[in-house]
């Protein structure tokens, strides 16, 4: 095992689960990845004292639990999760077909239950390095592009891997300066070619993904968290739009789409023939998956923003300031009024619009105006 796929699980456990002495992990893995799953219980083992139980999954089912990194029987239940997903190859999604649920989570758009509850352990989500995840990066690309790009993005080839290099303390400063605003409104304006007004969803917070337990731990499920979000009315958005980045849809990288918003939802867009029939597509999947229902907040200057494309939604959101068509994420919705007038769709697209030039501005209950992000960067008053 390389020296990258060793600090790949120092950074698992330690930042984004921080495991702890006498915790126990579970890992849900397959067999393609049953090395780095037992280096992970090994590493796993140094900070808790304890073995980790690896789940063998095969056609989504368990088909066989090992106690792994321990010479007696593990007589304590899981207090951390993590999963270790294969990352497949696509297959082209056909036209005027409704996917079922499976075939949406294949291809990385499935939505969020809006209700989802309050997670009771720690738990993550490593894509672990792989051949196909190489070649839907670049058609060219190899084991070693994906292995580069996770390594980019962490900066697995520092020294200093394992210090706080996007301080999460900084984040949830800066959404709790946002929240303590009461934003109830806000507009976006980019020169390359976004200009949208917006409501924030009422009983909405923003929010990251940085998680806290009720009993205060914290952890990151995606590994890496520099974006802070917050669901908006689903009816309020208006204008127009323009990607700044690419974006993945239904497994194909759509470089070019501008399209214009009313009452929030999706008309009349602009695209090439190959994305535009994936965009409709995905509109006729269900009646709300077109509807724009989330802001999310990201630095041009993070080392997520250096990248130009993951083909992972839950880091793509992180390159830039994006919009999220169909199902928002739950973490933001606080009241149960929140979660009944949130945009409830099977499906969920994040497309990145924000640049340097990117200009948000908001407004609380009484009128008065904030810029909230300028210049790649979240302002602070």
């Given at each position: ?26 890992i849900?893995?397959e ?29 989504g089912?368990v088909?066989e ?8 029987p ?18 082209e ?7 079922s ?20 352990i ?27 790009v ?16 996007e ?8 959404r ?59 009816t ?7 990607a700044?980045?690419?974006?993945m ?26 994305s ?15 509807y724009?229902?989330?802001?999310s ?23 830039s ?46 009128g ?14």
């Amino acid at each position: 095992m390389n020296m990258l796929m060793e600090r790949y699980a120092d950074i698992i456990l330690r930042k984004a689960l921080r495991l702890q002495q006498g915790d126990v992990l579970s890992i849900n893995t397959e067999e393609e990845n049953s090395d780095f799953a037992h280096l992970v219980a090994n590493k796993a083992k140094i900070i808790t004292g304890n073995g980790s139980y690896i789940q063998n999954i095969e056609n989504g089912k368990v088909i066989e639990t090992e106690e792994a990194a321990t010479d007696f029987p593990i007589e304590k239940k899981p207090t951390a999760l993590l999963y270790l997903p294969v990352y497949r190859s696509y297959k082209e999604a056909e036209d005027a077909t409704v996917l079922s649920a499976p075939e949406i989570q294949r291809f990385r758009h499935l939505s969020e239950p809006l209700d989802n509850s309050e997670p009771m352990i720690p738990f993550a989500s490593a894509p672990v390095p792989s051949a196909d995840w190489g070649q839907v990066l670049d058609e060219d690309g190899n084991l070693a592009l994906a292995a580069s790009v996770l390594s980019d993005l962490l900066g697995l080839g520092e020294d200093d891997y394992l210090d706080e290099k996007e301080d999460s303390s900084l984040l949830i400063y800066e959404r709790d300066r946002l929240n303590e605003l009461e934003l109830v409104k806000g507009s976006l304006r980019d020169e390359e070619g976004t200009d949208l007004e917006f409501s924030f969803l009422p009983g909405s917070d923003f929010a990251t993904t940085i998680t806290t337990l009720k009993n205060g731990r914290s952890f990151i499920p995606t590994i890496y968290s520099s974006d802070i979000f917050r669901a908006l009315d689903k009816t309020s958005v208006n204008g127009y739009f323009s990607a700044t980045r690419p974006f993945m849809l239904f497994g194909h990288i759509v470089r070019y789409f501008s399209a214009e918003v009313k009452n929030g939802k999706i008309e009349n867009y602009s695209t090439d023939n190959v994305s535009s029939r994936l965009i409709r597509l995905y509109l006729e999947q269900d009646e709300n998956a077109g509807y724009v229902s989330e802001l999310s907040l990201a630095e041009e200057s993070t080392s997520a923003g250096c990248i130009e494309y993951f083909a992972l939604p839950e880091w793509d959101r992180m390159r830039s300031t994006s919009i999220t068509l169909g199902g928002p994420r739950p973490d933001s919705l606080k009241t149960a009024e929140a979660r009944e007038k949130a945009n409830d769709s099977l499906l969920t697209l994040t497309i990145p619009v924000g640049s340097d030039t990117a200009i948000i501005t908001a407004e609380d209950r009484d009128g008065n105006e904030f810029v909230i992000m300028e210049d790649g960067f979240i302002k602070e008053e």
